[in-house]
């Protein structure tokens, strides 16, 4: 896919430790998780609409949030 190296993966770990997916499509959701995986993410937290992350954005406090917006 692409190369990194240890410096910028060190440089993204403290972002993407904990990151939200809002995306009612499971399967980008699932798609950006393996990503962010591979970046080095632990918590990856997957919701499929705003209501719902909303509450679970307290508990996990992301340092990145993705939201799919489909221009409603």
């Known amino acids: 896919m692409f ?3 240890r410096r910028m993966l060190a440089k993204l770990e403290p972002v ?3 990151v939200m997916i809002v995306d009612p499509n ?3 959701a699932r798609l950006l998780t ?3 995986k591979g970046l080095g993410a632990r918590e990856v937290a997957v919701e499929p609409d705003n209501a ?3 509450r ?3 508990a996990l406090e992301p340092g990145l949030i993705f939201l799919e917006r ?3």
């Open 34 to 36: 393996d990503i962010l």
């Open 3 to 5: 190369a990194i190296d």
């Open 26 to 28: 499971m399967h980008s």
């Open 56 to 58: 679970m954005v307290e």
């Open 16 to 18: 993407v430790r904990r």
């Open 52 to 54: 719902s992350a909303l």
């Open 70 to 72: 489909s221009g409603e």
